[in-house]
């Protein structure tokens, strides 16, 4: 049996691992495909590269108590084989709901902490989160 495919107006979740904090991420973010072959209910199947949308593409702003003083650092997602198809319409694979996957927080500015001796960068350069798609799609499958 195939997974649910993913489409636009369905959403990828990333979750960032406490203390840190990425309000960019803290709600569902909205995804939009790029298949032009693929409908589903009239909506794009999203393709490999869909799964990370403009919105969050930039560098996010974040902080890790007690480093209050924000920082900045971009995300970089790691697909599962079972978030992928096998078969592959204008030759990139479709994204398919899958299992859970992991995502990255690249710190590019490290956010800091104040101390009376000056601030302190947070030391912690990549934060390994966990990511996974929520859709609507309940009937179309891929196999």
């Given at each position: ?54 919105s969050i593409q ?52 490290p956010a800091m ?19 996974q798609f929520i ?9």
């Open positions: 049996m195939g997974d649910f495919v993913i489409k636009t107006g369905d959403q990828i979740q990333i979750t960032v691992p406490p203390p840190a904090v990425v309000p960019q991420l803290a709600a569902p973010v909205p995804l939009t495909g790029s298949s032009t072959d693929v409908l589903i209910a009239g909506s794009a199947a999203c393709l490999q590269g869909d799964e990370l949308p403009p930039g560098p996010l702003m974040y902080t890790s108590p007690p480093y209050v003083t924000p920082g900045t650092g971009a995300i970089q997602i790691v697909l599962a084989p079972s978030n992928l198809t096998a078969t592959t319409p204008n030759g990139k694979p479709v994204l398919l709901k899958g299992q859970t996957f992991q995502a990255m927080f690249n710190v590019q500015s902490m104040p101390t009376p001796g000056g601030p302190q960068p947070d030391p912690l350069m990549v934060k390994t989160c966990t990511a859709t609507t799609n309940t009937t179309v499958t891929a196999s």
